[in-house]
């Protein structure tokens, strides 16, 4: 996450890759979960919208397995912004996939729900978001 912070993407996709591959043989679902999540973020960043969302597939699988279900919502607000931000941009499925991160994040009273729908982007100022 260092090099992430530093955008050093190329070098913490590889050291994140590496980890993954070393829990190959470890049952630690916890940190599968966040690697993937992390490498996800890293893909998002660097444009990689399809790699990022095969992760994010992957972890979404991982955390219903687990029921880590706060873990999944940060899944599905990765794959949001990929809709998002793709090219061309998908706004209904970065619209559906908000509506189930913050539909989870709301029953754990996360503030990010609420900040979310205060200071939406303008394309889901029309959706209905509960």
Same mark, same amino acid.
């Given at each position: 996450?260092?090099?992430? $912070?530093?955008?050093?993407? +190329?070098?913490a *996709? =590889?050291?994140?890759? *590496? @980890?993954? +591959?070393? !829990?190959?043989?470890?049952?630690?679902?916890?940190?599968?979960? $966040?690697? !993937? /999540?992390?490498?996800?973020?890293?893909? @998002?960043?660097?444009?990689?919208? $399809?790699?990022?969302?095969? !992760? +994010?597939?992957? @972890?979404?699988?991982?955390? *219903?397995?687990? /029921?880590?279900?706060?873990?999944?919502?940060?899944?599905? %607000?990765?794959?949001?912004?990929?809709?998002?931000? @793709?090219?061309?941009? %998908?706004?209904?499925?970065?619209?559906?996939?908000?509506?189930?991160? !913050?539909?989870?994040d709301?029953?754990?009273?996360?503030?990010? /729900?609420?900040?979310? =729908?205060?200071?939406?982007?303008?394309?889901?100022?029309? $959706?209905?978001?509960?």
């Amino acid at each position: 996450m260092v090099y992430q $912070s530093q955008d050093k993407l +190329d070098q913490a *996709e =590889k050291y994140i890759k *590496e @980890g993954l +591959d070393a !829990l190959q043989t470890v049952n630690e679902p916890s940190i599968r979960i $966040s690697a !993937l /999540h992390t490498l996800a973020n890293i893909y @998002g960043q660097q444009g990689k919208f $399809s790699e990022a969302l095969k !992760l +994010d597939a992957e @972890g979404i699988a991982l955390c *219903e397995q687990t /029921h880590n279900e706060f873990s999944k919502s940060m899944f599905y %607000d990765n794959m949001a912004n990929c809709y998002m931000y @793709g090219n061309p941009p %998908d706004y209904n499925k970065a619209i559906e996939y908000f509506k189930r991160s !913050l539909q989870i994040d709301s029953s754990f009273d996360n503030k990010k /729900h609420f900040f979310f =729908k205060k200071n939406m982007p303008k394309p889901f100022l029309t $959706s209905n978001i509960p």
